[in-house]
């Protein structure tokens, strides 16, 4: 069974970093593609971050250069370090995994919130 778990939201003021954690079990972060999704209120979910299997990254124009998207297979985890973090940054922050035969998993979320 797949379980993806999310953490380090939180409250943080404008310019400020914050880094959050997928801690994957049930599928392996070094074998599979990852992603890191947000949606704001009242908004759709958007892509923020990918890594493919092989490692390559992806990243929406919004936050290129503040954000990178890495990954810890010994701890089965994926991060995603966010800098320089603006208030239209705020959102719930969702991580993806797509796994055998394309079946997409998603965490729960965690609210990201930043102040000016």
């Known amino acids: 069974q797949v379980q993806l778990v999310e953490s380090g939201g939180g409250l943080v003021q404008a310019g400020g970093s914050l880094r959050l954690s997928c801690v994957a079990s049930g599928i392996s972060t070094g074998t599979n593609a990852w992603g890191w999704y947000r949606q704001a209120p009242g908004k759709q979910r958007e892509l923020v971050a990918s890594m493919s299997n092989t490692g390559n990254t992806n990243y929406a124009d919004s936050v290129k250069g503040r954000f990178a998207i890495s990954r810890d297979n010994a701890k089965n985890t994926v991060y995603l370090q966010m800098n320089g973090l603006k208030p239209e940054d705020t959102a719930v922050y969702y991580c993806?995994?797509?796994?055998?035969?394309?079946?997409?998993?998603w965490g729960q979320g965690t609210q990201v919130t930043v102040s000016s």
């Open positions: 993806n995994a797509i796994g055998f035969l394309g079946r997409v998993y």
